[in-house]
C-alpha cells in the first residue's frame, strides 16, 4: 500500500485565499484524522471521521476551517479565508478499525505559508 | 481533557550512550500511551506502545516505562546511533484506539545523536 497520501505537499498563499488540503487514507482504514502541527503547540487533533462521519470537531479552530469525508477514500479540509496564524503542517492521518488497533499511519503532511 | 507534558524539549547524547525522554499525563482514565517518532520532512511513525496494565515493554534497543500512580511515563533507548536523531512525541489516550477524543501528544522532543 502507498500509505496516506496528502496533496499539496506545500502551499504558499496569501491572506484571504481559500485553502484546501487532501487526503487519501490506507484503504481500508475507517478512521481518519487532521492534526495540526506548529512550533508553538505541538501536534493539535482538528477533527476525527469514522466511517465517514465527523466525530469529533472541538479541536477545528473556528468556522473558517471546514473538513469533509464524502467518501472512504478522500477527505479534504478547507480554511476560508485564510490567516497568517494558520501557518503550519497539517497532517491527515488513517486508522484501522476492528476489536483493536491502536496505531495511527500518517501522511508526510501539507506544509501551509499564509503570507 | 487530557493534558501531555514531555521533557526535555531538547535532548543532545553521545552515540552509543543512552537517551530517556520522560512524559506525565493528567487523566488516570488513560490507559494507552503510544511513542511516535518523526524524521525531518515526514509524518509521525509508531516505534512502540504500551497499555495500562503493562509496567514495561521492550523492543530491541528502545523500551517504555509506565508508573500508573505517579502518571507518568518514560522512553529509554539504548546503543544510540544516527538514525536516532528525530522528533519523538508520547501521546496518551483512554481508548486502546484513541477512542473519541484521538491522542493527545506531548509538545516533543528533538533527540540528537552527537557522532
Known amino acids: 500500500d502507498a500509505g496516506v497520501i496528502q496533496s499539496p505537499r506545500h502551499e504558499v498563499t496569501e491572506m484571504g485565499q481559500e485553502v484546501t488540503l487532501r487526503c487519501k487514507p490506507i484503504?481500508?482504514?475507517?478512521?481518519l484524522f487532521w492534526y495540526r502541527q506548529t512550533m508553538m503547540r505541538g501536534l493539535e487533533l482538528l477533527i476525527y471521521?469514522?466511517?465517514?462521519?465527523?466525530?469529533?470537531d472541538s479541536g477545528m479552530p473556528e468556522d473558517r476551517f471546514s473538513a469533509k469525508m464524502p467518501n472512504a477514500s478522500f477527505s479534504t479540509l478547507k480554511i476560508q479565508p485564510s490567516e497568517p496564524r494558520d501557518s503550519a503542517v497539517y497532517f491527515c492521518a488513517s486508522r484501522a478499525g476492528g476489536t483493536y488497533t491502536g496505531e495511527l499511519f500518517f501522511g508526510e503532511g501539507s506544509r501551509l505559508t499564509v503570507l | 481533557g487530557e493534558n501531555v507534558e514531555q521533557h526535555p524539549s531538547t535532548l543532545s547524547v553521545q552515540e552509543g550512550d543512552s537517551a530517556v525522554i520522560k512524559c506525565t499525563y493528567s487523566?488516570?482514565?488513560?490507559?494507552?500511551f503510544p511513542w511516535y517518532k518523526q524524521e525531518l520532512g515526514k509524518g509521525p511513525q509508531l516505534i512502540i506502545d504500551i497499555r495500562s496494565n503493562v509496567g514495561e515493554k521492550k523492543d530491541q534497543r528502545i523500551a517504555v516505562t509506565l508508573n500508573k500512580t505517579a502518571k507518568h511515563f518514560s522512553l529509554h533507548i539504548t546503543e544510540t546511533q544516527p538514525e536516532d536523531s528525530a522528533v519523538y512525541f508520547c501521546a496518551a489516550s483512554i481508548a486502546p484506539g484513541g477512542g473519541a477524543d484521538g491522542l493527545t501528544f506531548g509538545k516533543g522532543t528533538h533527540l540528537i545523536i552527537q557522532p
Open positions: 487523566d488516570s482514565a488513560s490507559n494507552y
Open positions: 484503504s481500508g482504514h475507517n478512521s
Open positions: 471521521f469514522n466511517n465517514n462521519v465527523p466525530i469529533d
